[in-house]
């Protein structure tokens, strides 16, 4: 069983930063690609973030392309999510996700392709 815990959250001022981080109990954590997913209230689960197993290649949600970087240690067994400049908007319920050897963006934007999730961690950003 591969449990993930994200950290990280809180309250914020709009224009500042947080960044969450998301630990995996999985030896084989290098072979996952893990994705970031966000819920605010009455809205569905949305795709935030990815990045491969190998962490070549990363994905992003068109609205924080240029605000929000994901990355990952695998020394930590460890995937991280950066989020600068941040908006009222970004105010959700954050989700880490794994999933075996995914890749492309038609794939690692559905959340139905994870098998695994944390329990989720919550980011408030106030105007």
């Known amino acids: 069983q591969v449990h993930l815990v994200e950290s990280g959250g809180g309250l914020v001022q709009a224009g500042t930063s947080l960044r969450l981080s998301c630990a995996v109990s999985?030896?084989?954590?290098?072979?996952?690609?893990m994705g970031w997913f966000r819920q605010a209230p009455g809205k569905e689960r949305e795709f935030v973030a990815a990045?491969?197993?190998?962490?070549?290649?990363?994905y992003y949600l068109d609205s924080v392309k240029d605000r929000f970087t994901i990355s990952r240690d695998h020394s930590k067994n460890t995937v991280y999510l950066q989020m600068n400049s941040l908006k009222p908007e970004d105010t959700a319920v954050y989700y880490c996700a794994a999933a075996a050897y995914l890749s492309g963006s038609s794939y690692v934007e559905r959340s139905s392709h994870y098998g695994y999730w944390g329990q989720g961690t919550q980011v408030t950003v106030s105007s």
């Open positions: 990045i491969t197993w190998s962490g070549d290649s990363t």
């Open positions: 999985e030896r084989a954590f290098s072979t996952y690609t």
